[in-house]
């Protein structure tokens, strides 16, 4: 590892259409230590939405890299997010996934906690003997330093020292809006989670959920099943979109600040989507820019460091979270209104259940290429990849005709056809993997 110039890992020479990932940002471990400490120790990360925990003293559990999160709402009904470790020994304190309770109580030496993480029972207090000084201690659960919501979706950050998290997310909210804003009384994940873990490195899926190029030859027997699907067999249910019939689509890509990076494409059969019966009620409220966005384009969207929102062949959130630099473990949820028909809740799973379930046509193909990619990473002198020049001729500075549309402000666009499956997405978050590592080996702020 090149510690004194960590810019020597992305050769990023815009001028000179260049752009290039060193093989060692997916197999250095001292690279991978650092990624904890200045990127997830130093960002915003999603947490959950805030329809997980609608009711008071709801709660769920979920990580910032290694840290374990409480996420409660109290009784008075505040948001709060705390380690969720014991401030005894360091205990998990709440062992289950989600769920209601007023209190939260560390099965190693039974210290109690409320909803608002405050200490409500040191066990056997009056006989402990303890010094003097205890009752100056602050025994409470520790909170994380920041948490916001945007449209339902809560972000922390375990550093103070971050912006406001409208200013993190910038234009790429209109990607947000498009997908939280489809149901009239807000969004919630359908009950049932898909959790698997994988042997290889996060940013192998950071790149993978914007990758255009992938699709017609590592999902091949997608494509035989929708051939078959074409002629009247299979599983009919699953409504899935025919990709044959986008390769001729309008797509392209719109590279944000602060990491972010999104993706577009005409919807070719804006009828398959479960929002389709409802589109006249969507255009009343949101307005017909959002309305035509959420019916007639496809979007994936990557909120840096870990969490992607995609409406393509159905819509999700997925988080992807480090464990070591070869071991990584991915979370996805269909994301739904609250309170939609039983018979398009049906749709919606069979087209989320198609594609993504670990038993699906394109997850397993997915897992089973970045484990590929891993050995193959750490056993051979690669050097540079060459997996980021797609498109690179064709780059737009600032806002194209397709952003200035949308109203968005953008740092790059990229637009052509389906087929140019361009590369130009995986810039952005790239670019800020190597300006947060730098102001931390650095010494400076990573948010100046």
Same mark, same amino acid.
């Given at each position: 590892?090149?510690?004194?110039?960590?810019?020597?890992?992305?050769?990023?020479?815009?001028?000179?259409?260049?752009?290039?990932?060193?093989?060692?940002? !997916?197999?250095?471990?001292?690279?991978?230590?650092?990624?904890?400490?200045?990127?997830?120790?130093?960002?915003? @990360?999603?947490?959950?939405?805030?329809?997980?925990?609608?009711?008071?003293?709801?709660?769920?559990?979920?990580?910032?890299?290694?840290?374990?999160?409480?996420?409660?709402?109290?009784?008075?009904?505040?948001?709060?997010?705390?380690?969720?470790?014991?401030?005894?020994?360091?205990?998990?304190?709440?062992?289950?996934?989600?769920?209601?309770?007023?209190?939260?109580?560390?099965?190693?030496?039974?210290?109690?906690?409320?909803?608002?993480?405050?200490?409500?029972?040191?066990?056997?207090?009056?006989?402990?003997? /303890?010094?003097?000084?205890?009752?100056?201690?602050?025994?409470?659960?520790?909170?994380?330093?920041?948490?916001?919501?945007?449209?339902?979706?809560?972000?922390?950050?375990?550093?103070?020292?971050?912006?406001?998290?409208?200013?993190?997310?910038?234009?790429?909210?209109?990607?947000?809006?498009?997908?939280?804003?489809?149901?009239?009384?807000?969004? &919630?994940? @359908?009950?049932?989670?898909?959790? /698997?873990?994988?042997?290889?490195?996060?940013?192998?899926?950071?790149?993978?959920?914007?990758?255009? /190029?992938?699709?017609?030859?590592?999902?091949?027997? !997608?494509?035989?099943?929708?051939?078959?699907?074409?002629?009247?067999?299979?599983?009919?249910?699953?409504?899935?979109?025919?990709?044959?019939?986008?390769?001729?689509?309008?797509?392209?890509? !719109?590279? !944000?600040?602060?990491?972010?990076?999104?993706?577009?494409?005409?919807?070719?059969?804006?009828?398959?989507?479960?929002?389709?019966?409802?589109?006249?009620?969507?255009?009343?409220?949101?307005?017909?820019?959002?309305?035509?966005?959420?019916?007639?384009?496809?979007?994936?969207?990557?909120?840096?460091?870990?969490?992607?929102?995609?409406?393509?062949?159905?819509?999700?959130?997925?988080?992807?979270?480090?464990?070591?630099?070869?071991?990584?473990?991915?979370?996805?949820?269909?994301?739904?209104?609250?309170?939609?028909?039983? &018979?398009?809740? =049906?749709?919606?799973?069979?087209?989320?259940?198609?594609?993504?379930?670990?038993?699906?046509?394109?997850?397993?193909?997915?897992?089973?290429?970045?484990?590929? $990619?891993?050995?193959?990473?750490?056993?051979?002198?690669?050097?540079?990849?060459?997996? /980021?020049?797609?498109?690179?001729?064709?780059?737009?500075?600032?806002?194209?005709?397709?952003?200035?549309?949308?109203?968005?402000?953008?740092?790059? $666009?990229? =637009?052509?056809?389906?087929?140019?499956?361009?590369?130009?997405?995986?810039?952005?978050?790239?670019?800020?993997?190597?300006?947060?590592?730098?102001?931390?080996?650095?010494?400076?702020?990573?948010?100046?």
């Amino acid at each position: 590892m090149i510690l004194n110039d960590i810019r020597l890992y992305v050769d990023d020479r815009p001028d000179e259409e260049i752009f290039r990932v060193h093989h060692g940002v !997916f197999t250095d471990p001292e690279l991978f230590e650092l990624e904890i400490k200045y990127i997830f120790g130093r960002t915003w @990360v999603f947490l959950g939405l805030e329809s997980q925990i609608r009711k008071p003293n709801d709660f769920i559990t979920t990580w910032i890299a290694r840290t374990p999160i409480l996420l409660t709402r109290d009784a008075g009904g505040k948001v709060n997010a705390f380690v969720n470790a014991c401030r005894h020994k360091g205990s998990t304190v709440c062992r289950s996934d989600q769920g209601n309770s007023k209190f939260h109580t560390c099965a190693y030496h039974g210290w109690a906690y409320d909803a608002a993480g405050r200490i409500v029972d040191i066990k056997d207090r009056p006989m402990g003997r /303890y010094g003097r000084n205890f009752d100056s201690l602050d025994h409470n659960l520790l909170p994380l330093a920041r948490v916001q919501s945007y449209k339902g979706m809560i972000f922390g950050s375990l550093s103070p020292d971050v912006p406001e998290l409208g200013e993190f997310l910038g234009d790429l909210r209109f990607y947000i809006d498009c997908a939280m804003e489809q149901g009239p009384e807000g969004m &919630e994940f @359908v009950p049932g989670r898909t959790r /698997y873990t994988y042997e290889a490195n996060w940013k192998l899926q950071m790149d993978n959920g914007l990758d255009f /190029y992938h699709l017609t030859s590592t999902h091949t027997s !997608f494509l035989d099943v929708q051939a078959r699907r074409r002629l009247g067999e299979g599983n009919l249910e699953a409504r899935q979109f025919d990709w044959q019939r986008r390769m001729a689509q309008e797509a392209g890509t !719109f590279q !944000f600040a602060n990491g972010h990076s999104a993706t577009w494409m005409r919807q070719a059969e804006p009828t398959k989507r479960p929002i389709y019966p409802l589109i006249d009620e969507i255009r009343a409220r949101v307005g017909e820019l959002k309305a035509d966005w959420m019916l007639n384009m496809m979007r994936n969207a990557t909120v840096f460091p870990n969490m992607q929102m995609a409406d393509s062949t159905s819509l999700l959130i997925r988080t992807f979270r480090p464990i070591t630099v070869d071991r990584t473990e991915m979370s996805v949820h269909c994301l739904a209104p609250i309170g939609e028909s039983v &018979e398009r809740r =049906a749709w919606r799973l069979r087209q989320f259940e198609d594609f993504f379930n670990p038993s699906g046509l394109a997850t397993p193909d997915d897992t089973v290429v970045y484990e590929d $990619c891993q050995r193959s990473l750490k056993s051979q002198p690669l050097g540079w990849l060459q997996g /980021y020049e797609r498109g690179l001729d064709a780059i737009t500075p600032g806002s194209d005709a397709m952003a200035k549309s949308a109203g968005l402000s953008t740092v790059n $666009c990229v =637009a052509g056809t389906f087929e140019m499956q361009n590369e130009v997405c995986f810039h952005p978050p790239h670019r800020e993997w190597v300006r947060l590592m730098a102001a931390g080996i650095e010494g400076r702020k990573a948010y100046p």
